[in-house]
């Protein structure tokens, strides 16, 4: 059955930085794009970034935008998100996700904590 | 960027009743339009796609419809598992992909 098992939050100090890893299984990986999501305490889903299958194509949030990348290891089943520069409003839980055949995500992981606080 | 929103952002309904909640685009998304589930501690879980297909394994008490701008998902006679919040989310105009702020059903 597909799976996708975030790893790697935690608590870091604003200007800080973190990667996040995602290992999916249960599905070939390599034909799928991918994205994470994250929702603060509290609050709604926001996306944060998307890649194509192969990696060549990459979008960001706004938000994001300049601190964060995406990348993925085919090789490696798993998918990741650098997180640099992180601010308090970047705290949140953080779900990998995949894309079904359509834009819309069909298989989301359980999520990992990013808590960045002083 | 298209902006969804959802109404109301609090649905208080008895079990067996009927629930019928709102999403609204910006702009048009045609039917390109998803909703999710999410109960307390965990992942959202698809629901509904093309704005009128339910997902694999999901009871067909779910019902979605609407297409353009405005969106509705209902559920027929709610039982004790659907008490969750539901989200919109379009995939017409990307990226970004945007989600709506959420409706949360709980018990009357």
């Known amino acids: 059955q597909v799976q996708l098992v975030e790893s790697g939050g935690g608590l870091v100090k604003p200007g800080g930085s973190l990667r996040l890893s995602c290992s999916a299984s249960?599905?070939?990986?390599?034909?799928?794009?991918m994205s994470w999501i994250r929702q603060a305490p509290g609050k709604g889903l926001e996306w944060v970034s998307y890649i194509s299958s192969r990696g060549s194509t990459l979008f960001y949030a706004d938000s994001v935008k300049g601190r964060f990348t995406i990348s993925r290891d085919n090789a490696k089943n798993s998918l990741y998100l650098q997180m640099n520069s992180l601010r308090a409003e970047d705290t949140a839980v953080y779900y990998c996700a995949r894309y079904s055949s359509g834009w819309y995500f069909d298989y989301w992981g359980q999520g990992t904590l990013v808590t960045v606080s002083s | 960027e298209i902006v969804m929103t959802q109404s109301p952002a609090t649905l208080s309904v008895s079990p067996g009743e009927r629930a019928t909640l709102s999403c609204r685009a910006s702009q048009s998304v045609s039917s390109n339009l998803a909703w999710y589930q999410q109960k307390p501690g965990q992942a959202p879980r698809l629901l509904i796609y093309g704005a009128s297909t339910r997902a694999t394994g999901i009871p067909a008490r779910f019902s979605g419809g609407g297409s353009g701008t405005e969106f509705t998902l209902t559920i027929s006679s709610l039982q004790s598992e659907d008490f969750a919040v539901y989200y919109c989310?379009?995939?017409?105009?990307?990226?970004?992909?945007?989600f709506g702020p959420g409706t949360k059903v709980d018990i009357k």
């Open positions: 989310q379009q995939y017409n105009n990307w990226p970004p992909f945007t």
């Open positions: 249960g599905f070939t990986f390599s034909d799928y794009y």
